[in-house]
């Protein structure tokens, strides 16, 4: 398995390339895979990645879906009743299930990372890095929120990825989903 760097440094080469290297068409999405383990250390590398992508001309936006699931859950109408009913009966698993309807039913995640994308697309060097994916764990998985955003992406992504590759398409996400072989992106890592 190549290093966080390494694999960073095989992205941005991917970027310069653009779609003459990506085999499945569509939209310039790129995951960056690397074990969850090395979670950590990928936060910590996003600052020195960040500004090698601007010398390399790119001017990046971050969007953390950690911040993008915490800010929909706190501010949400229905937030009291859910505590009240958790409180009442705690219930992890039911407890999830709701939250998940939730913002599933809302597409808040698409909603916010086109948002992001919309607010960018007219700068030159536009690219947004999705990051703290883990967040959206149990709730949603990262391919499905991709597959709603197909013909969308007017700006290339970098999904910051924790899991396992296996193959050229199949990913599985944290290393506890089962292989997932429907993501249309370029995989680099892993």
């Known amino acids: 398995m190549p290093s966080l760097d390494a694999s960073f440094k095989e992205l941005q080469l991917r970027l ?6 990506r ?8 995951y960056l895979v690397y074990p969850p383990s090395e979670m950590l250390r990928v936060k910590r590398r996003l600052k020195v990645w960040e500004k090698q992508l601007r010398i390399d ?3 990046p936006r971050i969007l953390s879906l ?3 699931i915490g ?4 501010t949400h109408p229905l937030r009291p009743f859910w505590l009240s009913g958790e409180a009442a009966n705690p219930d992890l698993d039911a407890a999830n299930e709701t939250l998940r309807a939730a913002l599933i039913d809302s597409g808040h995640v698409e909603e916010q990372i086109l948002k992001s994308l919309a607010a960018i697309e007219t700068k030159p060097g536009a690219l947004l890095i999705v990051t703290d994916i883990e967040a959206i764990h149990p709730y949603l998985r990262i391919g499905a929120v991709e597959q709603r955003l197909q013909g969308k992406v007017p700006v290339p992504i970098i999904i910051l990825y924790p899991g396992v590759r296996s193959g050229q ?3 599985s996400f944290l290393g506890i989903y089962p292989d997932d072989g429907n993501y249309r992106s370029v995989h680099v890592g892993g």
Do not use: C, H, I, Q
């Open 71 to 74: 800010d929909y859950f706190e």
């Open 169 to 171: 398409t199949s990913l």
């Open 23 to 30: 085999n499945t068409g569509g939209d310039p999405v790129y």
């Open 66 to 68: 950690a911040k993008v």
């Open 16 to 21: 310069r390339d653009g779609s003459s290297l």
């Open 57 to 59: 001309g790119w001017e």
